[in-house]
């Protein structure tokens, strides 16, 4: 059997989330750690080194996954005095997402 890299796999569900029907939903397992900030948007923000993704829970209940992201661009988010001025300027449509979960109803 072969192993994909966790890249790879992400990679492979997020192109399956563009092609999937509507009423199918491919569904992603975040094993990635979060931890709570102080935020007026953002609730909670996690890391993997192993996968480069900045995973991220916003507010309205949202998790977006960002891919290819260096460790020293999360360091910089949970050390900024503004988490969602730092997100805007410096994550948001700044990487590739992936949609982990939508935002609550």
């Not at 979060?34 to 996968?51: C, D, H």
């Not at 997100?87 to 992936?98: E, F, P």
């Amino acid at each position: 059997m072969r192993r994909f890299p966790p890249l790879a796999v992400v990679i492979l569900l997020s192109a399956a989330a563009l092609f999937a029907n509507s009423n199918d939903q491919v569904a992603i397992v975040s094993h990635i750690k979060r931890v709570p900030i102080e935020s007026t948007a953002i609730a909670t923000v996690g890391y993997s080194k192993k996968l480069r993704a900045l995973e991220i829970e916003f507010r309205n209940g949202a998790i977006y996954r960002y891919l290819d992201v260096a460790p020293d661009v999360y360091d910089a988010l949970i050390s900024a005095r503004s988490k969602a001025r730092f997100y805007d300027a410096n994550i948001r449509h700044k990487y590739r997402s992936v949609h982990v979960r939508p935002r609550a109803e």
